[in-house]
């Protein structure tokens, strides 16, 4: 196969959770499409990607490249055959915390398209939870027989070590999203604006049933406001469930806040891209997504984790950060105290941070630039 140029072209199949309009998801996706272009260019290949989606349609709009229905086989199965490849991921794809259907549904993609003779990677993936034990051999044979594997944090890595993946063919990688640049326009549109007052960006989930989490939030946010006038910009990453909760917390809000202070919601877009420039237009950020604080430290906006799950610790650390608090303990003064100080010294925490950033961003390449070269070197044309 190939063009009027003679450029080899690599058609390869994308496995994730993609299609339901979560921003941090479609981040991922776009992230790793971002990558391949590139890496193809840098290689000298056009890699093209049929992405399984949960809305093909929508995805084929969006990104500009072929889907097929994720949830449709005999859909799934001309995809793979044609395909040259198959990657899975990125994202938290293999964990039973949300159900007992996801971790078969992602090894038996990986399955197939193995079955197929087609070789098989894994784009770093967050592994786990996983506390059922009957699915561990799931995980460890498409792992084992995976041409490239990749995570995105040392836990991952050592959870699949623990159920047998050998330790010397998983590689540990930054999440994809390090690497989503935001367009140039609006990236020359923001270099030097500033904001007064200062926007805080805030990302919250729906987590404990009793809402004690989010009435904490609530809290050391009025305790925030009182301190400084702010803007607290709330920023749904995954709709509509952190629209719903945004809604609910602004509404806690109201009279609550100190003189000058305001909340405003964000419209979440179609397009992650859009989420990314909403969170470079803040001074600092709360968040509890993942990708929030991706979005923010790829935007070196300084940035105070909530955690509901070790992911969030997980990468917080990696930037020699830990969280301001979790669902089950947040001080409304110490919140207020840290972020005055990231206001303050902004520009303390970007110079700070600089180093493990550039160094994550650099480092979530690596997969597409792996997954590129065994194409070119292994795929006969």
């Not at 949830?71 to 949300?98: E, F, H, N, W, Y």
């Not at 792992?143 to 050998?166: F, H, N, Q």
Request: hydrophobic letters at 40%; aromatic letters at 6%; proline letters at 6%.
């Amino acid at each position: 196969m190939g063009t009027g140029s003679h450029t080899q072209v690599y058609q390869i199949a994308i496995s994730g959770y993609y299609g339901f309009h979560n921003s941090g998801d479609e981040a991922v996706l776009l992230s790793i499409l971002l990558a391949l272009e590139a890496e193809g260019k840098a290689q000298g290949v056009t890699i093209k990607p049929i992405v399984l989606s949960g809305d093909p349609e929508w995805t084929s709009k969006t990104y500009g490249v072929e889907a097929a229905h994720r949830m449709r086989p005999a859909d799934v199965l001309k995809t793979l055959r044609r395909c040259d490849g198959l990657i899975s991921g990125g994202g938290s794809l293999l964990q039973d915390a949300t159900g007992t259907k996801t971790i078969p549904y992602y090894t038996g993609i990986m399955k197939l398209a193995q079955l197929l003779g087609k070789p098989t990677f894994a784009y770093a993936q967050g592994i786990g939870p996983v506390n059922r034990r009957w699915m561990d051999p799931l995980i460890r044979h498409v792992m084992k027989r995976s041409k490239y594997v990749s995570v995105r944090d040392a836990e991952s890595a050592a959870l699949l070590g623990r159920i047998g993946v050998p330790a010397g063919r998983i590689e540990v990688v930054p999440d994809p999203v390090m690497g989503l640049p935001l367009p140039a326009a609006e990236a020359a549109a923001i270099l030097g604006a500033s904001e007064t007052p200062p926007i805080i960006g805030v990302s919250l989930r729906r987590w404990r049933s009793d809402g004690a989490d989010l009435s904490r939030a609530v809290e050391a946010l009025v305790a925030l406001s009182h301190r400084r006038p702010v803007r607290l910009r709330f920023l749904p990453f995954h709709t509509p469930s952190d629209l719903e909760t945004s809604e609910q917390v602004m509404e806690r809000l109201r009279g609550r806040l100190g003189d000058g202070s305001s909340a405003e919601l964000a419209a979440p877009g179609d397009h992650p891209q859009q989420m990314l420039l909403e969170v470079s237009r803040c001074d600092a950020l709360l968040g509890m997504r993942l990708h929030a604080l991706i979005y923010a430290a790829g935007q070196r906006i300084p940035m105070l984790g909530l955690s509901y799950d070790p992911k969030i610790d997980q990468f917080l650390n990696r930037l020699g950060l830990t969280p301001i608090g979790t669902t089950e303990q947040l001080d409304a003064e110490a919140f207020a105290d840290a972020a005055c100080l990231l206001l303050d010294q902004r520009g303390q925490w970007q110079d700070k941070h600089k180093r493990a950033i550039d160094q994550l961003v650099e480092q979530s390449q690596k997969p597409a630039q792996q997954i590129v070269h065994f194409l070119r070197h292994t795929i006969s044309r």
